[in-house]
């Protein structure tokens, strides 16, 4: 995402703090000197930090199995690193990625993902193993790892992962060679340096990962227990087909700019004859060609694998087959290609969740509980389907290419929806709407005087018919809302619909900022946002004018909001002596600026939060360690006093309000960065 | 002056008339016009069928004695001479104007309710910045002319006649009055407007309005002849908390008749709310407008208004704005460490009900 791409400073900051939140103080060191310095050699990253060769190497490799950082590859003389800034902020999402899926596809798939986030990039052999563990391990530790409490599966996959990166490095090729003396040992680094802050990361992965609930052993355990190989293939099949893994290539581990330079380049040779283009033909002819081949690469990221079906009914047939990889045997040459396969969450399609999530929450308070689940519903539909929210690599249309055609597979009609929701008993189709709508649709009795319907209807009793008539009403006010939700696209027996997912982008984004200048300047800030916003270039005069109200009024607002960075003025001097008093004084509003300093005071923001949770822990760090201590742990009533109890669920709650307020914060960042590309300024 | 001089010789045919109590034709004349309703037109003929003078020639002089004296202005109406009467205290402030301000006075008053921007008024007089400084500063002060902001070109001031209204292109509509927006008259007027389209675009849904749990349970409770209705209450399996019937909630209403700017207008003016004002399509077009910007109204389409609902009655802003760094008065200063920072931060330390690190 080259929107991220443009880091700045709080940007780093903010993913430095996230990286050693959750992966320990080497890591963050590496990746604090990419932050600072850019793209960097090994040799660079040595002279401009205090580690030595090995430290750096162990923390090149955490990062890249996380996908923290791009590498050059090995051809070049020099392997440079350079951070990934999507999936660096992609941290803070874990807890509300494993949320999302488990909304859709249940906790099983949830679990899956969450073990990929802990992860980082997965051989699925390694995965398979690490919830149906070969034979060698005693029986019931193997048990215990496969299926039950987050704490010890986290353990074993960590070791399996990173075993696996070991074995796979011919596969995914992730590794640069010049790290390969760093890789035997990256198991103690992930599993925790040996080191007593060791035994801790994994909680601390907790932290930020599960949503601010710290345990939910009784839930995570019996649903998310994964009965047969194949139920676990068939989830990852399913979660890359709907987009939400994606296939590990080695292109993956380039950068965006030598992404950019090698593509570039296969398309001069190839398109071009092996000419630097000069002319604007020619040129053009070369944009287009390494836009197709961006999108090529990428549309091969998300291809789904065939997975051989081998009828693997129990654990043993399995194991036969792909040979126990723990056992001290390089990758077997029987285990099968997908096995070797190296998977990894895809970042994009979180978004587009997001994206969901927001847009439901939207209509909810805008247009009511069931008017949104008719919403979520038609989203839903369609987000499968949805790769990304917006392509950075889109052909540079001629024309805005929502006019002509519309993919089939984008429409939604009210029957879809309603056969969808009959389903649910619960839900009352006609809340919401007007009463004549309940009588126009069931042709029942008539509506009083006071609004009350006569002839009183059990809504769960409605036929299928009146049912999609109620949802094709909530479909009607979801398109007549200013928000244009959605949009009537054609008749096809039914109204079909589509939504204009750029166009809703937008409002949302000058939604966030109202809301921002609301909280801060009440309503009067608003308005005169919303008035310049309508009409551009101002001045205080015509200002007054849309307003309607008078000029020292407003003044005070301008001027807050001018300091704020929401508004911009700009003085015109109408004769050469520049007097103040004789000048045109126009201000106007540029909604990418305002969404830049939004977005960038955000991650201010975020910083502060993970500041603080910093200090609250620090003040009751020897607490901790004390109720971590093994004999504490279970026995904390009889080792901890009353006050110390009371203190530490203090600190809990204050965490988890803190982390609360990060992931709404999180979810403004989404709306400002992630469903809509930069936005031409006014 | 020299014109003022001019028009003295009136005492002198005082004598040919006789008798002390007899007035001069001059005044008689004035006094029968003035007798007729105010700013009315008189054409010669009105004139001398007033019978003051016996012969057209005197009339002709009397006439000229009167727009001497500036009790009468001389204009014209399709091509035909007519007079206009003047107060006795405008025609004697007017005498004492001098010739410049008596200049741009004739400029002023010929551009009538539109006024004149000073620039365009010194163009067609030809005298200097200075003097048409001194003598518009004078004329005002005298209270003949008065000067208006124009709401078209907000510069430029524009020159009317005292006793006129300005012309609503300099003026603005009913929403102004002096140049100024009339703050309580657009509330009032908002308020009324708001209610009349929530009324046309909204209906208020009572808690109850379909209650077919209490239905089902009366007619079973008939049936069964009025048997225990504790017995029958759980087979009714009700999956929602029964609205209260004196809640209710406010939902758009099934394909309104979408008011717009003209509808309301309409409206507005066959109710006689502002008296005296009309309200013109534009007018209301502007109010309208200035409503969706205070989030009142929302645009359903080009032309059409209808209220703003919330479903939610809770406001909360965003992550940002509702933690504490996004109303924070010193957030351009505070930093990582020191003295202003997360860790000494006064506003988490209320917003957590925890205790800050003392600087
Ligand atoms: S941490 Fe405290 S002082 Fe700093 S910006 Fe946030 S609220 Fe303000």
């Known amino acids: 995402m080259s929107y991220t791409q443009r880091e700045t400073p709080i940007l780093a900051e903010l993913c430095t703090f996230l990286v050693g939140d959750v992966y320990g103080e080497l890591a963050a060191r590496v990746y604090s000197v990419l932050a600072r310095h850019g793209r960097q050699s090994l040799a660079a990253i040595a002279r401009a930090s205090y580690l030595n060769g090995r430290q750096i190497k162990y923390g090149l490799v955490i990062l890249l199995q996380q996908h923290l950082i791009f590498h050059s590859g090995n051809d070049g003389p020099l392997t440079y690193y350079e951070i990934d800034w999507e999936n660096s902020y992609g941290i803070v999402r874990f807890g509300k990625v494993t949320k999302l899926v488990e909304d859709r596809y249940g906790p099983k798939a949830a679990n899956v993902m969450s073990n990929l986030l802990a992860l980082g990039h997965t051989r699925i052999a390694d995965l398979k193993e690490a919830y149906f563990p070969p034979e060698t391990d005693s029986g019931d530790e193997s048990d215990d790892g496969a299926t039950n409490g987050a704490g010890s599966k986290r353990k074993r996959t960590n070791g399996a992962g990173v075993n696996g990166s070991a074995k796979t490095n011919g596969v995914a090729n992730g590794i640069p060679s ?28 907790d932290r930020l990962t599960h949503n601010a609930a710290p345990e939910e052993p009784g839930r995570d355990q019996g649903d998310s227990d994964m009965t047969s190989v194949d139920e676990l293939y068939n989830l990852i099949q399913r979660l890359i087909e709907h987009g939400w893994i994606r296939t590990v290539t080695e292109t993956q581990y380039l950068s965006p700019g030598d992404i950019h330079d090698m593509l570039y380049q296969e398309s001069i040779e190839q398109d071009n004859h092996g000419i630097t283009p000069t002319g604007a033909k020619d040129k053009e002819t070369v944009n287009r060609g390494t836009l197709r081949r961006k999108r090529a690469m990428r549309d091969e990221w998300s291809s789904v694998p065939t997975f051989v079906r081998r009828g693997r009914a129990n654990g043993s047939n399995k194991r036969i087959k792909t040979n126990g990889a723990a056992g001290g045997s390089a990758a077997s040459s029987a285990s099968s290609s997908d096995d070797d396969l190296v998977i990894r969450v895809n970042p994009e399609k979180i978004a587009v969740a997001m994206r969901t999530e927001q847009l439901v929450h939207l209509v909810q308070q805008r247009l009511g509980s069931v008017t949104a689940r008719v919403y979520q519903t038609m989203l839903r539909m369609l987000e499968s389907q949805t790769p990304r929210c917006w392509d950075e690599w889109s052909e540079p249309s001629d024309e805005p290419s929502a006019e002509n055609g519309v993919d089939l597979r984008f429409l939604v009609t009210a029957r879809d929806v309603a056969t969808k929701l009959s389903r649910d008993r619960d839900l009352d189709m006609l809340e919401g709407l007007d009463p004549n709508v309940a009588v126009q649709i069931t042709r029942k009795g008539h509506v009083s005087r006071t609004n009350v319907w006569t002839q009183p209807t059990d809504p769960s009793k409605l036929s299928l018919e009146e049912k999609t008539k109620a949802v094709d009403k909530h479909i009607q006010m979801l398109a007549e809302d200013p928000f244009h939700f ?12 589509h939504i204009e997912f750029g166009e809703i982008a937008k409002q949302m984004i000058q939604n966030e900022v109202e809301n921002t200048v609301a909280a801060k300047k009440g309503s009067l800030g608003v308005k005169l946002i919303r008035a310049l916003k309508k009409k551009g270039k101002l001045d205080e005069r015509a200002t007054c004018n849309v307003m309607m109200m008078s000029a020292p009024d407003i003044r005070g607002v301008v001027n807050d909001l001018t ?15 520049r007097e103040a008093k004789t000048s045109l004084h126009f201000v106007w509003y540029d909604r990418q600026r305002a969404r830049e300093k939004l977005l960038h005071d955000t991650y201010k923001g975020m910083v502060r939060i993970l500041q603080r949770i910093a200090y609250e822990r620090e003040k009751v760090q020897f607490l901790l360690t004390k109720a971590e201590r093994s004999d504490v742990v279970g026995n904390e009533e009889k080792w901890l006093s009353k006050g110390e109890l009371d203190a530490l669920r203090k600190w809990k709650e204050v965490q988890e309000k803190l982390l609360l307020q990060l992931f709404r914060e999180d979810d403004l960042v989404a709306t400002l960065r992630d469903f809509h590309g930069p936005l031409v300024s006014a | 002056m020299a014109s003022a001089v001019a028009s003295f010789p009136a005492p002198k045919d005082e004598p040919a008339v006789d008798a002390d109590e007899v007035v001069s034709p001059a005044e008689a004349l004035y006094d029968k016009c003035a007798q007729r309703p105010a700013g009315q037109i008189f054409f010669q003929r009105d004139l001398s069928n007033m019978q003051v003078a016996e012969t057209i020639t005197q009339l002709t002089s009397i006439l000229q004695e009167l727009c001497d004296r500036h009790l009468l202005k001389l204009m014209t109406l399709e091509g035909e001479p007519c007079w206009k009467l003047r107060s006795r205290s405008d025609a004697d402030k007017l005498r004492r104007l001098t010739p410049d301000e008596r200049l741009l006075y004739h400029h002023i008053d010929q551009v009538q309710a539109e006024g004149i ?37 907000p510069n430029r001031k524009m020159y009317l006649l005292k006793h006129l209204k300005p012309s609503e292109d300099i003026a603005g509509g009913p929403w102004q009055s002096e140049g100024d927006f009339d703050v309580a008259l657009i509330d009032t007027i908002s308020g009324i407007v708001a209610q009349h389209i929530e009324n046309e675009t909204c209906i208020k849904v009572p808690g109850n ?36 019937p004196n809640t209710s909630r406010l939902v758009h209403r099934n394909a309104p008749q979408y008011p717009t700017a003209a509808s309301v207008a309409d409206w507005l003016n066959s109710k006689e709310i502002l008296r005296g004002k009309f309200v013109r399509e534009e007018d209301m077009e502007q109010l309208l407008e200035m409503m969706v910007l205070d989030n009142r109204l929302e645009k359903i389409s080009g032309t059409n208004y209808r209220t703003v609902l919330t479903a939610t009655d809770t406001k909360v802003y965003n992550g940002f704005a509702d933690a504490p760094c996004g109303n924070c008065p010193v957030f351009d200063l505070c930093g990582d460490e020191g003295e202003i920072s997360a860790r000494t931060c006064v506003y988490f330390g209320q917003w957590l009900e925890t205790e800050s690190e003392e600087i």
């Open chain 2, 209 to 244: 309005w379909n209650d077919y749990e209490q239905a089902i349970a009366q007619k079973k409770a008939a049936v069964q002849g009025m048997r225990d209705m504790e017995d029958l209450a759980p087979a009714v399996k009700p999956y929602r908390p029964r609205r209260d």
């Open chain 1, 486 to 497: 959605v949009t009537w696209h054609s008749r096809a027996g039914f109204s079909q619909w």
């Open chain 2, 117 to 153: 921007w000073s620039k365009a008024l010194r163009g067609r007089t030809n005298v200097t910045q200075q003097t048409l400084t001194k003598c518009l500063k004078s004329l005002e002060s005298k209270d003949l002319v008065q000067s208006v902001m124009s709401v078209k070109f």
């Open chain 1, 178 to 205: 010049e790290l390969d003396a760093a890789k035997p040992h990256t198991s103690d680094l992930v599993n925790g340096d040996g080191q007593p802050n060791g035994v801790h990361k994994p909680s601390k992965v």
């Open chain 1, 563 to 577: 300091l704020q960075g929401f508004v911009q003025t700009q003085e015109i001097p109408k004769h050469d002596r």
